[in-house]
């Protein structure tokens, strides 16, 4: 960090004042000068244009450009005191602002004028409703200038700009606040070094602050969100291309070599042939376990693709030359999963006992002590747990290589946690894991700090899997006919998931509206007791987040069919959503199919059709659903490829609920800039900095955008 103080990290306390500050902190989090300026017009009002009213969503704060039509002022009639009612309008349609016991508004709201309102619309008797509004009146003057009252900014460009705003902040108290910081603004330090300015003409800094917050016109507003968009790329690539370079100014314990023995005998003894993808990525990983430099690789491919056998094959690399691997699993039940499968993968291998571990919170003291000092002194090859794993007490002998499982459920601080936990100063290597796969110029700005490797094919996926949509409306014997099916399957000797969105009945859908009437979620407790009294032949059990550990780990073990009784039918919730492996299911039921979203609809069809045997996929939905629901469930009915639905899903649900906030980090400070719209764009940047890196300049770049990741980090603090 440079200790460099940028105008923009200015509070705004001292810039507005501190009633004005606590109210844009209150609505917006902003405490700074960046933060604000960095708050941008959600569209724009040309004066002459009236806002359409047709646009104007009931339930949404919204600031309205409208002429005044009529005034009526009466007496109410149920309870003392005067309603005010005026109608305005947009030259086609009118709405109604409503004022109670406010009657010397009068005196300004006049029949003719105009002005900007702001406020959350209702509807009152089919008729949309401002209640109580905050407004801002533009008065003409007689010579044509115009001028407001009862507001603190004045309208001088034929623009004006609309905020997002709130319920406390109207659009042009943002903008006055704004106005007062740009006119304190005089010199910005600008993130773009001045080569590049001038190469692209771009405006500087304070121009297209200025251009995009006070335009004199939209081709002025289209130069700046063009610079502004550019600057967004470039601090984030630019932070990307160091954090990349400084991990790779790391040491790490170069491992493996050609004279590794116990990758070639696993691969020996498994019972199928690695895919070319999955020889391929173990080349690339191989390369980079080899170097003397700490590797940091992301491992993508759908479910089923084979991600385990591909980080097996790491870790024997890294055994064999003396070093340890942990292996961090999101959840228990995935943690057990792993040892167990782990255990038994590595059974293969005879030339070295390899010594696999599970540690868990419910683990007895005396043995947790065991692990933890057999991994202090070097005896545990392979250490698998949750984020119990993070704790200062977890010391390892030679740490070599961490493995992190469904990365996305782990944030940047605890992967950075992990990676202290090296021997002698030296960086373990990190190969992380999703099933979540992004398209790869996608991951390339997402984690432009890591190396990406995918697995296209999945090899276990070949079984035939039909997926079935059925509505619990309608046919009430098409939902009998799903328990029926289940019934079959399991006398044919198969397994079954049934999938439930809550654990006990008491749970009614926080996002069902009243309107519809609330529709209790199907839930583990209720459909269990409802199967075992129906079935009494078939063995169901239950496994979900609130049983302890040893309950659940007994509950899998049965369903796997290693432990007895065993177990024919799993009702579960979404605790068995990732990595959960089990041959023998062929069938997967979904309750209230409807609540789940595409990525995680995938992964739950993913825990069948692991086998050889053909799988059937029923997602039972809520008749009353949305659209979008609708599409979802017919997305993931219609495919089977993760990449093409989370494509899809990135259509439907935006980029931020796609590849969310903790991904990275990176895209929380993106205001203008689309990582999937904008991705040739993002590219063109990416080209320009890799030039930049290999320049002098780069120094004094780094130097410039540090002051802006400052800002950054403050300004995540706060969000
Ligand atoms: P992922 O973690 O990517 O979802 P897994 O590694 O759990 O997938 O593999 C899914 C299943 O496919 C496992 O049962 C595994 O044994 C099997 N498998 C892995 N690689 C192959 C292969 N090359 N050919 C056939 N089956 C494979
Ligand atoms: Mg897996």
Same mark, same amino acid.
């Given at each position: 960090m440079s200790g460099r103080k940028d105008f923009l990290t200015t509070t705004l306390r001292e810039l507005i004042g501190g009633k004005s500050a606590a109210s844009v902190e209150k609505a917006f989090g902003i405490t700074t000068a960046g933060g604000l300026v960095n708050h941008y017009p959600r569209r724009y009002l040309d004066r002459g244009n009236l806002t359409p009213f047709d646009k104007v969503e009931v339930g949404v704060p919204v600031t309205i450009l409208a002429t005044i039509k009529g005034v009526d002022s009466r007496r109410m009639q149920q309870k003392r005191g005067f309603i005010l009612v005026v109608s305005v309008s947009d030259g086609v349609e009118s709405m109604e602002l409503t004022f109670f016991n406010q009657k010397w508004r009068e005196r300004e709201l006049k029949v003719g004028r105009s002005g900007l309102f702001a406020g959350t619309v209702s509807e009152f008797r089919g008729v949309r409703t401002l209640t109580h509004p905050q407004y801002s009146l533009f008065t003409d003057t007689g010579n044509g200038v115009l001028e407001e009252i009862d507001a603190i900014t004045e309208f001088t460009g034929e623009i004006i700009p609309v905020y997002p705003s709130s319920q406390s902040l109207a659009s042009w108290q943002i903008q006055a606040a704004i106005d007062i910081v740009l006119t304190s603004a005089d010199q910005l330090t600008d993130p773009l070094p001045t080569e590049l300015v001038t190469k692209h003409g771009f405006m500087t800094k304070l121009q297209s602050l200025q251009a995009i917050h006070?335009?004199?016109n939209h081709e002025e507003i289209g130069r700046a969100t063009e610079r502004i968009k550019y600057e967004e790329a470039f601090v984030l690539l630019a932070l990307m291309r160091q954090r990349k370079s400084n991990a790779k100014s790391a040491l790490a314990h170069a491992r493996g070599g050609s004279d590794s023995a116990l990758t070639p005998e696993f691969d020996l003894s498994l019972p199928f042939d690695l895919t070319q993808g999955q020889i391929a990525v173990g080349e690339e990983i191989a390369a980079d376990l080899a170097q003397g430099v700490p590797m940091t690789r992301l491992l993508q491919g759908d479910v089923g693709s084979g991600k385990t056998i591909v980080s097996i094959r790491a870790m024997l690399t890294v055994i064999e030359s003396g070093g340890q691997i942990a292996l961090l699993a999101p959840t228990e039940v995935l943690a057990v999963q792993h040892c167990e499968s782990l255990r038994r993968f590595l059974? &293969?291998?005879?030339s070295r006992p390899i010594h696999v571990e599970l540690l868990t919170g419910a683990m007895s003291v005396p043995n947790r002590r065991r692990i933890l000092l057999d991994t202090q002194s070097g005896d545990v090859d392979v250490l698998i747990g949750t984020?119990?794993? #993070?704790?200062?007490?977890?010391? !390892? !002998?030679? %740490?070599?290589l961490i493995v992190i499982d469904e990365q996305h459920r782990f944030g940047v601080e605890q992967r950075a946690t992990m990676l202290t936990? &090296?021997?002698?100063?030296l960086r373990p290597h990190l190969l992380v894991m999703t099933a979540t796969p992004i398209p790869r110029t996608v991951a390339l700005t997402v984690f432009g700090d890591l190396d990406v490797s995918t697995l296209v094919e999945s090899p276990s996926l070949r079984a035939e899997i039909q997926t079935f949509l059925v509505p619990t409306s309608g046919e009430p014997r098409l939902v009998e006919r799903v328990w029926e099916r289940m019934a079959e399957e399991v006398a044919a000797g198969n397994r079954v998931f049934v999938v439930c969105?809550?654990? =006990?009945? =008491?749970?009614?859908?926080?996002?069902?509206?009243k309107s519809s009437g609330r529709e209790p979620l199907a839930s583990v407790e209720e459909t269990y007791d409802a199967l075992t009294a129906r079935y009494p032949q078939i063995s169901f059990e239950k496994l979900h987040g609130a049983l302890d550990s040893n309950a659940k780990r007994e509950a899998m073990r049965r369903f796997e069919g290693i432990a007895e009784p065993k177990v024919d039918v799993l009702i579960a919730t979404t605790v068995i959503e990732v990595g959960v492996d089990i041959p023998a299911a062929t069938m997967i039921i979904v309750l209230n199919a409807e609540r789940f979203g595409i990525s995680q609809l995938h992964q739950l069809r993913g825990r069948i059709g692991r086998g050889s045997k053909p799988g059937v996929c029923i997602l039972v939905h809520a008749s009353t659903q949305s659209a979008a629901s609708t599409h979802r469930l017919e997305a993931v009915r219609d495919s089977r490829d993760g990449f093409a639905l989370s494509q899809k899903d990135l259509e439907i649900r935006g980029e931020g609920d796609v590849l969310g906030?903790?991904?990275?980090?990176?895209?929380?400070? #993106?205001? %203008? #800039?689309k990582v999937i719209e904008d991705l040739d764009f993002i590219d063109k940047v990416r080209h320009e900095i890799d030039e930049l890196f290999t320049s002098k300049l780069w120094g004094q770049v780094m130097e410039t955008i540090d002051i802006f990741e400052i800002q950054r980090a403050e300004y995540l603090e706060k969000s």
């Open positions: 006070q335009p004199k059974k &293969g291998v005879t984020h119990a794993l #993070l704790e200062d007490n977890v010391q !390892f !002998f030679d %740490l070599g936990k &090296g021997k002698d100063e969105p809550s654990i =006990s009945p =008491s749970e009614t859908d926080p996002k069902s509206d906030q903790d991904q990275s980090g990176a895209l929380s400070s #993106l205001r %203008l #800039l």
